[in-house]
Structure formats: structure tokens, C-alpha cells
């Protein structure tokens, strides 16, 4: 929306209104919208890891530069998520996570037992993180993190790796980072985990609180989950 001018705090409370009070009461019922990280590829290597916020009246998506191109964090939830689009439609024609469906009319009662769960169908299987970081407060501290397909086994081998050793990704303080690939012409990068830290008994109380309030946020796919290169699943 062009053209609008941002009013002032100052302004607001000059008029005697309370401006979370407000925002509050506007919100209420409302899912919240968690920012995003994605990957910006670059054929010259300089890829970017970002933090999508989202749209505001002023811009189309407020985004800020992970630094280093380094997020760390705890891992609250890890979904399979699979979906298939209409052109141009946020919202998928079939969904599932974890393989259940989340939508009124699912082409298979599970992944498992339909034809487009075939590689090469046009409904693909990502990896969707609910990611904290116990040191940023604002907006939130949690992010979505859908991982690109060339990232996944990444993150299957970090499980692998966090299961022998018995410790669960939820105790574990993770580092993301991003890999320069070159092969066949093309350029891109893929987020690899690392672990960082185990956490401490206070920061595990913290999480758990965390996790029980928003890992509900998450139960249907969205087209933002299918954003990265090579995720195009539109029928058709």
C-alpha cells in the first residue's frame, strides 16, 4: 500500500491509546505468523540465509541477513511434510505431515498406499523444522525452516548420529550452516546441522514451555513451505 505514512508512537500515546493493547485485541484468535529462514542461492556462491518476516503496509516481506550465515538453535519439531499445488494457489489441492493429510479430500488415505508418492510425482516430500533461539526476543523466537530437498539427507545423517549416541534433537543446541555444491552447471547451497551444545536444565524448561505452545501452529502446509529452487509441485 503505497503512499502510507507510518504514524508515530509518540503520536498514539499523545491520543491516549495503547498501542499493544490495540495490536493485542486485533490479534486475539488469530494464528500467529512465524517468520521463516530460507536460503537465497547465488550462481556465484554467495548464497544468503535469511529471516522472513513477512509483509508489512510498507513492504512486500521484512527480511534480515542471518549473520555469518549461521543459525543456532534448538530444535522443537521436525515434520515430513508432502503437498501438491494449483498454479498460482497458496493453499494445496492434497497435504500431509507426518503422513497424515490435512486436507477435506486427500487422494489416498496415506502417502504410503498413493501413486504421487512415486519420486519424480508432483507432490514432494520436505523436511519442516520449529527452530528456537533462546537468545532472540524480538519478534519471536521461533522460527519455520523448511529445509531444501538437497539438505534433507543432511539432516537424516544428523539424527542418525544424535540417535546412537541416545540424545534427543530437543536437549541438543543445533548449528545450521550452508554448503557451497557445485555439480552438472549449477550452483546452489545446502543446510547442514551440526551440533552445537547440549542445553542446560534451565534452558530445557524454557524449551519445553516453548514447544507446547507453538508446535499446534504447524499443522497444516502452507506453498511458503515450497518456496526453495526445485520445489515447484504444481499439478499439471
Not at 78 to 84: I, K, M, N
Not at 172 to 178: E, K
Request: net charge negative.
Amino acid at each position: 500500500m503505497n503512499g502510507i505514512q507510518p504514524i508515530q508512537v509518540q503520536q498514539l500515546a499523545e491520543l491516549d491509546i495503547d498501542l499493544q493493547a490495540e495490536l493485542n485485541s486485533m490479534t486475539e484468535g488469530l494464528q500467529k505468523p512465524l517468520p521463516r529462514i530460507r536460503v537465497e542461492h547465488s550462481p556465484s556462491g554467495k548464497h544468503r540465509m535469511l529471516i522472513d518476516y513477512g509483509p508489512t503496509l510498507e513492504e512486500d516481506s521484512r527480511q534480515e541477513e542471518v549473520p555469518d550465515n549461521t543459525f543456532t538453535g534448538v530444535v522443537l519439531l521436525a515434520q515430513q511434510v508432502r503437498a501438491v499445488f494449483e498454479a498460482d494457489s497458496p493453499s494445496p489441492t492434497c497435504a500431509s505431515v507426518n503422513d497424515q493429510p490435512t486436507v477435506d479430500t486427500p487422494r489416498s488415505a496415506s502417502c504410503g498406499s498413493c501413486s504421487w508418492s512415486a519420486y519424480g510425482s508432483p507432490c514432494k516430500e520436505k523436511t519442516r523444522l520449529l527452530l528456537l533461539d533462546p537468545d532472540r526476543e524480538n519478534p519471536t523466537p521461533v522460527s519455520v525452516f523448511p529445509l531444501s530437498p538437497t539438505s534433507i539427507k543432511h539432516w537424516k545423517r544428523y539424527l542418525q548420529r544424535l540417535a546412537a549416541s541416545k540424545v534427543p534433537y530437543l536437549v541438543m543446541m543445533t548449528r545450521f550452516t550452508l554448503q557451497d555444491i557445485q555439480r552438472n552447471g549449477f550452483r546452489w547451497a545446502e543446510v547442514v546441522p551440526v551440533a552445537e551444545r547440549l542445553v542446560t536444565p534451565a534452558e530445557l524448561e524454557f524449551i519445553k514451555e516453548v514447544r507446547a505452545e507453538y508446535n499446534r501452529l504447524l499443522a497444516d502446509v502452507r506453498r511458503d513451505d515450497y518456496s526453495d529452487p526445485g520445489d515447484a509441485t504444481d499439478e499439471g
